[in-house]
């Protein structure tokens, strides 16, 4: 086990509420594997004379930032990426069926925050593995909906276009598919796939394009595949870091 955040002392997870106030992961694991420490992806304590801006955190500044973040973000206070990120965020949304505890969810929240996806959504069992995340939860929007007719209401009551995601009879190549700007992806689980009334709910159902043996890939790789197609669509990659 590596050392956990230094400036994450309140266990608090701002940005992973959902809208009933409870926090869909539960309360913050042990120390995860995200923090490598100084000299990996980490920086030691900032050379006098400090910056002067709230957003900076006192104890990143004296003791150094182990935090995985990209450089813009060293010694931040979590609350000041979170918020700066809010600023940053693509009006894409990412949804996986949590039915079977599904080990990759932590990938697909990694990835979510990779790409500045708005919000995750988890629909099903409220717990879920966090240890692929690699603490990226703590930046993302997390919201969790006990089945999936309370992901499509939430979907039809924001406006966004829920894609399903699967290799399906009748589905459609994301490779030359027009994905909706306003979009929700949604997964299913990796063994079972999307459930009937998740593909039934879905205005559009598109497949990756595959050439091997297998009949499927990873649900988190197609997850990635999925927001990186969205991403060569619609954002604006000056922006990008």
């Keep these: 086990m590596t050392a956990p955040e230094a ?32 000299g990996r992806v980490g920086v030691g304590p900032h050379p006098r004379p400090w910056p002067i801006d709230d957003r900076f955190d006192p104890q990143l500044l ?15 206070r979590r609350e000041a990426i979170v918020a700066d990120l809010d600023r940053r965020r693509h009006p894409l949304h990412v949804a996986i069926e949590n039915f079977a505890h599904d080990a990759n969810i932590g990938t697909v929240v990694r990835t979510a925050n990779a790409f ?88 559009l159902t598109v497949s990756i394009a595959q050439f091997g043996s297998t009949r499927s890939i990873n649900v988190g790789v197609a997850a990635g595949i999925a927001m990186h197609a969205w991403i060569r669509r619609h954002a604006d990659l000056t922006t990008a870091w």
């Design 62 to 76: 004296a003791n150094g930032d182990a935090r995985n973040v990209v450089d813009h973000y060293r010694y931040w």
């Design 116 to 203: 500045a996806v708005h919000g995750v959504h988890i629909v099903g069992r409220r717990r879920w593995n966090r240890r692929g995340a690699m603490v990226t939860d703590r930046y993302q929007h997390l919201s969790h909906h006990p089945d999936v007719a309370s992901l499509l209401a939430f979907a039809g009551g924001t406006g966004l276009t829920v894609v399903a995601v699967d290799n399906l009879p009748g589905s459609v190549p994301i490779e030359t598919a027009e994905l909706p700007r306003q979009c929700l992806l949604l997964f299913g689980g990796e063994s079972a796939g999307l459930t009937e009334e998740a593909r039934a709910g879905a205005a």
């Design 7 to 38: 400036a994450d002392s309140d266990g608090a997870n701002p940005s992973g509420a959902d809208p009933g106030g409870a926090d869909p992961s539960g309360p913050d694991p042990e120390p995860g594997p995200t923090e490598w420490g100084t």
